[in-house]
């Protein structure tokens, strides 16, 4: 019989409510840095109450298992760049030096200027940049980020073995692997020539304007956003009632802004859905009313409050936060989705065509590469994670019944899909493996001033939440 515990999930809720108590004490006025860190311990302690029990190893196998995936984790983040010890490739170049502000500048970071403050989703960086000052040393801080980050991953990892009921490592090698069919992509559109002849290329700028990243361009490219995503993802996955959803849905926005708006629909989804049975009736009245009544709690209502009054203000001053587009589809634009996730989803149609997550997996990735949010296409990129993330996992799940086995024409595409996918993330390691045999490692810092500041005038958490600085 399977041993369960909960001892796991609570180092998922520590791992993303620690940066959120960091962010109240050191960048926060005496009175909500006190107010919020009373709230966030009180609701942590029902939170830990009400853990759910999930999987646990409990023989020798599951252990070594485990110790496995650790390592691996530990090998893939090392392989990133995170923590300047390999390439690093050009998205590191701001992620460098707001982290390096972070540890040498005292809290709230001002820009050169004075003018404004560090104004960016920072969840990930704060434990790593406490050691960095502990220690005053950024190189210590850089060391601690290749830790935490593995951490992240291994943890993330873990959940998906435990909503599986073989515990194999090949769904970690899997997610390593998974991506779009962007070479297909490439050469439909390009003919090639930019990657036959070139495989340390970005594959994943195949199609003009769009992206939905390989979870290696992600680890790669925006791990301070993809790693607290995925695990917030599961955690929110994982529970079985609305006692903690908002509470746990609220350490998202300081972590990772953008796919914090791109879950809603799968967390209200959650939410109606963790009072029922099954799917009947999930949007009648009663149990709308229902779902409601039973998320009112107070770690959803005082610490989910404060967090997420506190987070948004002190977010919502980003210079480029306010500019807010609808794109207009092209119409060639089939085969961006037909390549990128058109072709899993189909797969799996068979075997998921009740499950109501294929249904918002497929809403969410039609919908949001037409939403504009600031001055790139970031929206598209980012808010899609958590929906990625989803569609992986209904997957993984997939290949774990017996009976697809059978099933040979699906099984055939499916794997020779995931292997042509496996092709973009092959990219992203071949890049750094040339690059860093050429002797370049950390990227030249190149911190602008749009996507990572607000302004000190008029700025709402200042004014009412933030620390004072003369």
Not at 254 to 263: E, F, K, Q, V, Y
Not at 340 to 355: D, S
Request: glycine share 6%; charged share 10%; net charge positive.
């Amino acid at each position: 019989m399977e041993k369960k515990s909960g001892i796991l999930v609570w180092a998922g809720y520590f791992y993303i409510i620690l940066p959120i108590l960091i962010f109240f004490i050191g960048w926060c006025n005496s009175l909500t840095a006190v107010t919020g860190v009373i709230c966030i311990l009180i609701s942590s302690f029902f939170l830990y109450k009400n853990t759910p029990k999930i999987w646990f190893p409990s023989t020798k196998k599951e252990i070594i298992l485990l110790g496995s995936i650790f390592v691996i984790s530990l090998i893939w983040v090392y392989s990133s760049g995170i923590g300047a010890l390999v390439f690093q490739n050009f998205d590191h170049n701001c992620r460098n030096p707001i982290f390096e502000l972070m540890v040498n500048q005292n809290w709230p970071v001002e820009s050169s200027n004075r003018l404004a403050i560090l104004t960016y989703y920072i969840g990930f960086w704060l434990p790593p940049a406490v050691v960095g000052k502990i220690f005053h040393s950024t190189q210590i801080g850089y060391y601690a980020q290749v830790l935490w980050a593995s951490i992240g991953v291994f943890l993330f990892f873990y959940y998906v073995l435990a909503t599986l009921k073989k515990k194999t490592l090949w769904p970690v090698i899997l997610f390593i692997f998974f991506s779009g069919l962007d070479i297909i992509g490439e050469f439909l559109i390009h003919g090639g020539s930019r990657t036959f002849f070139n495989p340390v290329s970005h594959l994943e700028w195949w199609y003009p304007g769009m992206q939905f990243s390989s979870f290696t361009t992600q680890l790669y490219w925006v791990f301070n956003q993809a790693i607290p995503a995925w695990i917030i993802t599961m955690l929110i996955y994982l529970q079985r009632n609305n006692k903690n959803m908002i509470f746990i849905y609220s350490c998202m926005f300081l972590h990772s802004t953008l796919p914090a708006i791109g879950i809603l629909p799968f967390l209200a989804y959650c939410g109606l859905k963790n009072n029922l049975p099954d799917n009947h009736g999930i949007l009648s009245l009663k149990n709308i009313l229902n779902s409601i009544k039973t998320a009112l709690t107070f770690e959803n209502i005082a610490g989910g409050g404060i967090i997420t009054i506190v987070t948004y203000l002190y977010l919502s001053n980003n210079v480029a936060g306010g500019n807010f587009a609808l794109r207009i589809p092209n119409p060639t634009v089939w085969i961006f989705y037909l390549l990128e996730a058109g072709i899993f989803v189909l797969c799996i149609w068979k075997y998921n065509k009740k499950n109501v997550i294929l249904y918002l997996i497929t809403i969410m990735l039609l919908i949001y590469p037409f939403i504009r949010i600031g001055f790139s296409n970031d929206f598209c990129m980012r808010a899609t994670i958590p929906a990625l993330v989803l569609l992986y996992l209904l997957v993984v799940q997939t290949f774990d019944r017996g009976d697809i086995q059978k099933d040979k024409p699906i099984l055939v595409i499916m794997i020779a899909s995931l292997l042509i996918g496996a092709v973009t993330p092959l990219h992203e390691m071949t890049r750094t493996i040339v690059r860093t045999a050429s002797g370049i490692t950390k990227v030249k810092p190149d911190l602008g001033f749009d996507n990572f500041f607000g302004w000190k005038e008029d700025n709402s958490f200042l004014k009412y939440f933030g620390k004072k600085k003369d």
